[in-house]
């Protein structure tokens, strides 16, 4: 029986962009570290002291709350794998929730979002100002990787989708997250992938996890299904900094190939490998090229937009600013790792073009006239309804309640 791949989008072919040229002995200019690109701090010693506690109290609330969702939960794995997914995928949307309003109320900031034809007609704006997505629920998403906080506003694309798909984000990590006190033990309930940058150990990982979101479900009616996946990955496996801008340009020089300006040059093997595993399971490879307003030529968004800056002192990117592509698996090179290889460089090269129009206009090229609109699209970072972020005590509040009711009696 034919297994069903749900909301799957009409094809189109992804518009090319070609690569930039940069003249010969082009010097690159570095940030003024006086100038903050969002400004003056907005906020006094007390209030960002009172903004950063209630920021890291709200945060470790919802964080421990989510857990211990986890922990009432994990029995139901030796009962029902369906439901235990379920149950852990109503855990996740919990912790996208959480982030969704940790942005909004300590650090709101403009999402302006285009794209190529190929994604034209499944980002629409909504008559209350949000942004919905009609992505398929079954893809892979590759983005360049700027600042540590790029997951957390990818993740809200998961939940501004159609069907909300923040319940089934997966995310390959550094294996060192996973000690985290509650934040590690949570995304390994999760069903994340963790990688210690050693093939010969993370392959057969790989294999496990990724053998689990290819699994087929049977409904009982006999139909079969894939469960929903959204697997983000960063091919360029670390964000952009100094010194991952070096070891960048070193590698270029060892392969002989043209370096890249404005992003890392991207390591093809993991994606390769996930790709090769998925096949036949996913049609499409979403590419967002990631931008923050504010970030000068030559400069690194790291330095910039600090977890301080941007929860405590009131210093966000005035904008983050999206550009989506989108490419067939089937037009991709899987059966070759060198022409894979130089397919994955080549996007790379245009997502550099990108990246140049960018800086050099504040703008990323506008989106085709679509059903109605075109150029660019502006929302921010926040939820459909103002308490939906209580959905994140309801398993634990129930518990709390009938644990008194029971201690009462």
């Known amino acids: 029986m034919a297994i069903e791949l749900r909301n799957r989008a009409p094809a189109h072919t992804p518009s ?32 960002r002291i009172l903004r950063g506690l209630s920021a890291i109290v709200y945060f470790l609330t919802c964080s421990v709350t989510i857990h211990l969702t986890q922990l009432v939960g994990a029995p139901l794995y030796w009962i029902s794998r369906d439901f235990y ?15 969704t309003t940790l942005t909004h109320w300590w650090s709101p900031t403009t999402i302006r979002i285009s794209g190529d034809a190929s994604v ?7 008559p209350d100002g949000r942004v919905e997505f009609s992505f398929p629920d079954r893809l892979i998403m590759i983005a360049n990787h700027q600042i540590y906080t790029d997951w957390l506003y990818l993740w809200w694309v998961g939940y501004a989708n159609t069907p909300s798909m923040h319940g089934y984000i997966y995310i390959i990590l550094k294996e060192s997250l996973k000690w985290i006190p509650v934040i590690g033990p949570g995304m390994m309930f999760y069903g994340f992938i963790f990688m ?3 093939m010969a150990v993370d392959q057969p990982r790989m294999a496990h996890r990724l053998g689990k979101l290819k699994e087929v479900h049977t409904t009982p009616s006999g139909t079969k299904y894939l469960n929903p996946m959204w697997l983000l ?7 952009a900094s100094d010194n991952g801008k070096a070891k960048s340009s070193k590698w270029a020089e060892k392969i002989g190939v043209k370096d890249t300006e404005h992003v890392l040059l991207p390591r093809s093997t993991g994606i390769y ?38 929860y405590v002192r009131g210093q966000p990117p005035k904008s983050v600013n999206f550009y989506w ?16 290889d130089v397919w994955l460089r080549e996007r790379w090269y245009e997502k550099d073009a990108l990246m140049e129009q960018y800086i050099a206009t504040g703008r990323f090229p506008p989106s085709p006239p679509s059903k109605g609109h075109s150029g660019f699209l ?32």
């Open 16 to 47: 090319q962009v070609p690569a930039p040229e940069l003249s010969a002995g082009a010097k690159l200019s570095k940030p003024t570290p006086d100038a903050h690109p969002s400004g003056k701090e907005q906020h006094g010693q007390a209030m």
């Open 85 to 99: 997914d379920g149950y852990m995928a109503m855990t996740k949307q919990s912790f996208g929730l959480l982030i």
């Open 120 to 126: 034209a007609d499944q980002i629409k704006k909504t």
């Open 196 to 198: 210690s940058r050693k």
């Open 233 to 239: 990955l960063f091919p360029e496996g670390t964000n």
């Open 273 to 310: 490998f996930c790709l090769n595993e998925l096949r036949g399971t996913v049609s499409y490879v979403y590419d967002c090229t990631v931008a923050y307003e504010g970030v000068p030529r030559g400069g690194f968004g790291e330095e910039i937009f600090t977890l301080s800056s941007t």
């Open 325 to 340: 592509r989108r490419f067939r698996v089937a037009d991709i090179p899987l059966d070759n790792q060198e022409e894979f």
């Open 378 to 409: 502006e929302t921010e970072v926040r939820t459909r309804y103002r308490f939906e972020f209580f959905q994140i005590f309801v398993v634990v509040g129930l518990l709390g309640l009938i644990k008194r009711l029971l201690t009462r009696s």
